[in-house]
Nanobody
């Protein structure tokens, strides 16, 4: 059974940085597409960044040039968030596609506030 665990959220001032990590565990035999999503209060969950199994990346327009998604190892994906803005406040979720199914973590809260 695959499980995803996010970490690294917290409180940060505008302009600051945070580094989120997502670790996948279980019987995972291949490198898979993974991504970060976020859900702000009262809003729908939206994609933030994707990292494919081939190494390609895609970002939401709102985070381009500020956030970077990368892979620390085969089953760990990092989201480096710089120049954080108030509107980046949300619960951030990790997602992984594997063998025709997609898995979600429980989320980590990022609060950007002065």
């Amino acid at each position: 059974q695959v499980q995803l665990v996010e970490s690294g959220g917290g409180l940060v001032q505008p302009g600051g940085s945070l580094r989120l990590s997502c670790a996948a565990s279980g019987s995972i035999l291949t490198i898979n597409t993974m991504g970060w999503y976020r859900q702000a209060p009262g809003k729908e969950r939206d994609v933030v960044a994707l990292l494919t199994d081939g190494g390609s990346t895609n970002y939401a327009d709102s985070v381009k040039d500020r956030f970077t998604i990368s892979r620390a190892d085969a089953n760990t994906v990092i989201l480096q968030m710089n120049s954080l803005k108030l509107e980046d406040t949300a619960v951030y979720y990790c997602r992984m596609w594997y063998l025709g199914m997609d898995y979600w973590g429980k989320g980590t809260l990022v609060t950007v506030s002065s």
